[in-house]
């Protein structure tokens, strides 16, 4: 299992996707979308992403992750667009019969996740192993 924020966000979406071993993934707001973040830097993947014949897109990396659990956790970077990555997805989920695998928690205070965001996606995670409900404290 994986965690991550921000740039850790961005580790944990890459390994995630392309790690079969690692059974779920959590990503706070680390900018799914090319455009919503600094995807453009280079040390990331330099201007050529904004350039119109770049045709790859963060959705058919997540497509990669699934039937194994993702969870999106949005705040500033990550916002309500987000959304048509992980439906853009929902078709390959559903081949494995796991819909209910693949989700996002809009936080929409900022970049730093809330604890009540991340004490949502620990019971999120909890749900997809089929762990015992519990409190989380922080």
Not at 30 to 43: R, V
Not at 60 to 80: C, E, M, S, T, V
Not at 82 to 110: C, E
């Amino acid at each position: 299992m994986l965690i991550g924020h921000s740039l850790g966000g961005k580790i944990a979406f890459y390994t995630g996707c392309l790690d079969s071993r690692v059974k779920a993934t959590i990503a706070s707001d680390f900018g799914i979308g090319w455009d919503f973040t600094n995807w453009q830097d280079p040390w990331y993947f330099g201007h050529k992403i904004l350039t119109r014949d770049f045709a790859i897109a963060h959705h058919q990396l997540l497509a990669l992750h699934a039937p194994r659990a993702f969870l999106l956790i949005a705040g500033q970077y990550d916002k309500p667009e987000s959304w048509q990555y992980l439906n853009a997805t929902k078709p390959v989920y559903a081949l494995f019969g796991r819909l209910h695998a693949i989700g996002m928690l809009d936080h929409g205070s900022g970049h730093q996740p809330t604890e009540d965001s991340i004490r949502s996606a620990y019971q999120w995670l909890a749900e997809q192993f089929r762990l015992e409900q519990q409190d989380w404290d922080f």
